[in-house]
């Protein structure tokens, strides 16, 4: 299947400042590119997403920007607030396979 | 739930006891797939389906059983071949192509 990398596995920033996870993926046809989002056990929830065809999808304080030729993707977020303190996953998909990374948990200092 | 139910929301097993866990959902979406959480780390796929009456199994299938005989309903079983059942389960629904995951809320199994 495919290999799935998030970096970093843990993160903390200062309120107010910007954080940025990196995901990068092995298999050069995934095609479509989410993040989600896990609050302390909660579901997981799609933030942002991008497809294959796009190279940056922003949405208010959350962007995704794609490197196809690199095989990679990361989540930016800007502004951070303390509400943004959660889990985050990429999930690169081929087809309709999904591959899950391993998570990012991000802490926001207020 | 976001067109995506679970249940039960907290569940305990006996050791040598199969169990089932539900998972409905009502936004028509043809692939169902149930992920298992352990504490600190990521989703790790069980089972999937994209169709009725056809599922493959995922990265740690042994212990569980399936099926999916209706499109709304993907019911997970939970064996005595398991071993080390207790986790957070999560079903999840998506279109066929190119769509995000719907989450359901979850279940958390306990062995006691």
């Known amino acids: 299947g495919e290999n799935v990398e998030q970096h970093p596995s843990t993160l903390s920033v200062q309120e107010g400042d910007s954080a940025v996870i990196k995901c990068t993926y092995s298999d050069s046809a995934s095609n479509y590119f989410p993040w989600y989002k896990q609050e302390l056990g909660k579901r997981p929830q799609l933030i942002i997403d991008?497809?294959?065809?796009?190279g940056e999808k922003k949405d208010q304080r959350i962007a995704v920007t794609l490197n196809k030729t690199a095989k990679h993707f990361s989540l930016h977020i800007t502004e951070t607030q303390p509400e943004d303190s959660a889990v985050y996953f990429c999930?690169?998909?081929?087809?309709?396979?999904?591959?899950f990374g391993t998570g990012t948990s991000l802490t926001v200092i207020p | 739930d976001g067109g995506i139910t679970q249940s039960p929301k907290y569940l305990f097993r006996k050791e040598g006891q199969n169990v089932t866990l539900s998972c409905e959902q009502n936004l028509n979406h043809d692939a169902m797939y149930w992920y298992r959480q352990d504490p600190g780390q990521g989703l790790r796929l069980i089972y999937y389906?994209?169709?009725?009456?056809?599922?493959q199994k995922g990265d740690i299938a042994e212990g569980y059983s399936v099926s999916r005989e209706k499109k709304e309903s993907f019911p997970l079983t939970v064996t005595s071949a398991q071993k080390n059942p207790t986790a957070f389960y999560l079903c999840?629904?998506?279109?066929?192509?190119?769509?995000?995951?719907?989450f359901g809320s979850g279940t958390r199994l306990t062995v006691v």
């Open positions: 389906s994209q169709i009725v009456n056809d599922f």
């Open positions: 999930a690169p998909t081929t087809g309709n396979q999904f591959y």
């Open positions: 999840a629904s998506s279109i066929a192509a190119y769509g995000g995951y719907t």
């Open positions: 991008i497809r294959s065809n796009v």
